[in-house]
């Protein structure tokens, strides 16, 4: 079936540590999106990809990177600059100029930092 | 700038009706849209609406769209427990993403 896998599903990590959080999809879209969610506060968009080698920063990119070296997947790393990571971790796609706009949303990858 | 504003919280009763009211700021997005998210997952596209359009109806679900109030609104008929849920509004933003509002949560109590 096709869809959007992120991985892990749940991650610790220590103060100072970088992670990395996967995200492939076999659906053939363009344009990849990573969202945060914390508690009240709605989706907050971090990163997006509209083709491959390339990507924009988002509303709260500070503290994350991301890399879109193939179409099917878009890593997002959390580094020790960010301050506050602990967060719910979304990754979306859809296809790009095209269609209803919607995106297609995997699900989640919850980072805690102890 | 986009901006998208919801209720955070909604209790009924099964069986009644429930409408979660959303407001938005960008006239021009051509589609408005309604995702359901369950506890710990992703998000779910429940239904859309296109910018033309007074209403939609599908099954359960009747959406009315106010483009003069910039005014969404979502209602679930004979609410279940299982559409517990948080229920979030969205328009199109300017970079192909979709600008989310904070999310209602709806309780239904048996």
């Known amino acids: 079936d096709g869809g959007i896998t992120q991985s892990p599903k749940y991650l610790f990590r220590k103060e100072g540590q970088n992670v990395t959080l996967s995200c492939e999809q076999n659906l053939n879209h363009d344009a990849m999106y990573w969202y945060r969610q914390d508690p009240g506060q709605g989706l907050r968009l971090i990163y997006y990809s509209q083709i491959v080698n390339d990507f924009q920063k988002g509303d709260i990119a500070e503290g994350y990177s991301v890399s879109r070296e193939k179409k099917e997947s878009f890593p997002l790393t959390v580094t020790s600059a960010q301050k506050n990571p602990t967060a719910f971790y979304l990754c979306?796609?859809?296809?790009?100029?095209?269609?209803?706009?919607?995106?297609?949303f995997g699900e989640g990858s919850r980072l805690t930092v102890l | 700038g986009e901006d998208v504003e919801q209720s955070l919280f909604l209790s009924v009763r099964e069986g009644d009706s429930s409408v979660i009211n959303c407001t938005y700021t960008?006239?021009?997005?051509?589609?408005l849209y309604w995702y359901k998210q369950e506890p710990g997952a992703g998000l779910q596209l429940l239904t859309y609406?296109?910018?033309?359009?007074d209403m939609k109806q599908d099954q359960r679900l009747t959406v009315l769209l106010n483009k003069k109030d910039k005014h969404l609104s979502l209602r679930i008929a004979d609410t279940q427990t299982g559409d517990s849920a948080i229920y979030f509004c969205?328009?199109?933003?300017?970079?192909?993403?979709?600008?989310f509002g904070k999310g209602t949560k709806l309780s239904v109590k048996p």
């Open positions: 960008d006239s021009s997005s051509t589609y």
């Open positions: 979306a796609s859809s296809i790009r100029g095209r269609g209803t706009g919607e995106l297609f």
């Open positions: 969205a328009e199109g933003g300017s970079q192909g993403n979709l600008i």
């Open positions: 609406i296109f910018s033309n359009m």
